[in-house]
């Protein structure tokens, strides 16, 4: 316990007594069956207040079958999402440091049973490979990933993170990091928090029990309450951005969905902030992984679309985060819907930023459904009227939390959000982009640069030219 609050700090908790009430799921996902559609517009009007939903609403409209009501959730997603996150969209790319793993997760082409998966840790210098093949990229934001190993101990995470910020002998910089690593104990998340790290994720991969213990048979990882409370420790530990998730395919999407409302719910009460991102991956391929080829749940790409808008409107300050998983048509209507973040151009074999590598697919995690280069992505997105944003001002000024200032506070998104998004994509016009995508995207800047009053127009344009003219990092 720390200050009153459980945090399972060690292996040997008991799994059964936590804050996801699994009873009370199953009885609220039976009684909400076959809403009435005045209650369902009454919960989207409620969402449209932007406010948090119960989890019984939460369950009403994960219940909600009919597809002109189901449309109705889509739009009102859409409308939610335009209002507090305009038309931004945050970059950023995965950066895979070593696949060694002592767990046995079924689906995870990491599990130690795996012989057919090639072990690799990047060495110093070809971290450094990495990092040059990344920002000759353009990329400004990584999350750093691991499998779980004694070896990748918080003093290794930390050292990698500071190895990172320290880069300086490549076209640009990394200027804000995030870790998805196995849950630490407090002191070891202080370790960490030391290096600088932005976001702390961990996905709770499943939140029904059951079904937990079976798919993670061994190993640290195979205690479903540390890893629930993994982020509690992380808040007393003093890290205030963290990401939740879970993996689409291990049970029903509607249970998951609720469990992520209920981790949501736990972190308001106890830190009185509620997560910084979520995560909805759904479960890809991955070499010699029978369970990953065929998902014992696996969700559609309606019901996929269905789960996004929903938590969009169940947690309208949160980010959200569609990876590179997901094929390019699906990660189009997303965006949409209620996405706030994705990775692009990414890579996620060790060391295959820098080193095409036939034996790729043989050190990767799974597999990637959309593998376009960042500037194509990009090139899309401007396309569509998307402002692809580097930007990573506010965790630099100390405004961590940033979703909650963008929530919060009247005004944020234009006064910060949007003047950093272009002055992060000019930057990005400037040193990166092919000659089509610096075409849209300045045309782009333009036409935003005319929706904002004189003022404040005036005063972004000043900061663009000093981009322009070849200055970087010029931020609010
Ligand atoms: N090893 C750490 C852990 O398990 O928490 C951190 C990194 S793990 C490499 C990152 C995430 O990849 C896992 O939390 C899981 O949700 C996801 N993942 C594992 N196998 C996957 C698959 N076959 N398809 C898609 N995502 C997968
Ligand atoms: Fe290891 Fe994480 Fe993969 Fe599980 S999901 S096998 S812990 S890398």
């Given at each position: 316990m720390a200050n009153g609050i459980k945090i399972a700090n060690t292996l040997s908790e008991s799994d059964t007594e936590c804050f996801i009430p699994h009873q009370e799921i199953f009885d609220l996902l039976e009684k909400t069956r076959n809403p009435d559609p005045a209650e369902v517009r009454d919960i989207l009007a409620k969402a449209m207040n932007k406010e948090r939903l119960l989890p019984r609403e939460t369950a009403t409209l994960l219940n909600t079958e009919d597809p002109e009501l189901v449309e109705e959730i889509f739009q009102t997603a859409k409308k939610l999402k335009q209002q507090v996150y305009g038309n931004r969209i945050v970059l950023f790319a995965p950066l895979y440091v070593g696949n060694e793993c002592i767990n046995g997760c079924l689906y995870c082409g990491f599990r130690v049973e795996n012989k057919e998966l090639i072990r690799k840790t990047l060495t110093d210098e070809e971290l450094e490979q990495e990092l040059y093949a990344l920002t000759s990229r353009g990329h400004k934001r990584l999350i750093v990933v691991f499998g779980e190993h004694p070896m990748y101990s918080p003093e290794y995470i930390?050292?990698?993170?500071?190895?990172?910020?320290?880069?300086?002998?490549?076209?640009?910089?990394?200027?804000?990091?995030?870790?998805?690593?196995?849950?630490?104990?407090?002191?070891?998340?202080?370790?960490?928090?030391?290096?600088?790290?932005?976001?702390?994720?961990?996905?709770?991969?499943?939140?029904?029990?059951?079904?937990y213990k079976k798919l993670h048979p061994h190993g640290p990882k195979s205690s479903y309450t540390y890893r629930l409370y993994g982020l509690d420790r992380a808040m007393v530990a003093g890290i205030d951005d963290v990401g939740i998730g879970a993996l689409f395919g291990l049970y029903d999407w509607k249970f998951e969905v609720m469990g992520l409302m209920y981790h949501t719910q736990h972190l308001e009460e106890r830190f009185g902030v509620g997560p910084h991102t979520i995560s909805f991956p759904r479960m890809e391929p991955a070499v010699n992984t029978p369970m990953a080829e065929n998902p014992p749940y696996k969700v559609s790409d309606y019901d996929f679309k269905r789960l996004i808008a929903i938590i969009r409107l169940s947690v309208p300050y949160t980010g959200m985060i569609l990876t590179a998983r997901e094929k390019p048509e699906i990660r189009r209507e997303a965006l949409e819907m209620g996405v706030s973040q994705i990775d692009a151009g990414s890579s996620i074999g060790i060391g295959s930023y820098s080193a095409s590598d036939p034996e790729e697919v043989k050190k990767s995690q799974f597999l990637l459904g959309d593998t376009r280069p960042l500037d194509e992505v990009i090139y899309e997105l401007a396309s569509h009227g998307y402002i692809p944003s580097f930007c990573t001002s506010c965790y630099r000024a100390g405004r961590t939390g940033q979703h909650f200032m963008e929530f919060a506070i009247p005004g944020f998104v234009k006064n910060f959000c949007t003047p950093n998004a272009l002055l992060t994509f000019e930057e990005y016009l400037m040193d990166y982009a092919s000659p089509k995508t610096k075409e849209i995207g300045e045309a782009l800047i333009e036409q935003e640069l005319m929706q904002m009053p004189e003022n404040r127009r005036s005063m972004v344009k000043g900061l663009l030219e000093r981009v322009k003219n070849h200055e970087h990092d010029v931020r609010l």
């Open positions: 930390a050292g990698v993170i500071r190895k990172i910020y320290a880069f300086k002998n490549g076209p640009g910089e990394i200027r804000r990091l995030n870790v998805n690593a196995a849950p630490q104990t407090v002191d070891g998340y202080k370790i960490i928090k030391e290096a600088g790290i932005g976001t702390f994720q961990i996905f709770q991969e499943t939140y029904h029990l059951p079904t």
